[in-house]
């Protein structure tokens, strides 16, 4: 039996996912930036997916890991489905300046739990408040 974190076929570890959710400009990929380089974007520019590469040697593993950058646009919500299959770590990104914002993350919580259910899952809450 083969799970994610056994070899793949070509003798190499699949990279651990971190899906990064929330509405549409709540600035999910300013945090994923901030964290990867220290930067900002200047402009919203909205995000349909994105991948970025984690280097080993930034979070001490033996392997690099992949940030998921997701959309928050209705229009694309129906991909949310495939993209928490994909992952193996959530980032649930609100805004007190994004209305219902906050309403929506209690949506894909509740989304996460569903599809993980016959997974073993645990899931640690913490609330960031970043100003």
Not at 89 to 108: G, P, Q
Request: net charge positive; charged share 35%; with cysteine.
């Amino acid at each position: 039996m083969s799970t994610s974190k056994e070899n793949n076929q070509e003798g190499k570890s699949e990279n651990e996912i971190i899906c990064v959710l929330g509405a549409s400009g709540v600035g999910k990929t300013s945090v994923i930036f901030k964290y990867l380089d220290n930067k900002c974007p200047k402009v919203h520019d909205p995000t349909v997916e994105d991948e970025y590469i984690i280097s080993p040697e930034k979070i001490g593993k033996d392997q690099e890991m992949k940030i998921l950058d997701t959309s928050g646009e209705d229009d694309y919500q129906y991909m949310s489905d495939v993209w928490i299959k994909r992952a193996n770590y959530f980032l649930l990104v609100f805004s007190k300046d994004v209305e219902k914002s906050d309403t929506k993350i209690v949506v894909y919580y509740n989304k996460i739990m569903k599809i993980k259910k016959d997974k073993k899952c645990h899931l640690k809450t913490r609330i960031k408040q970043q100003k």
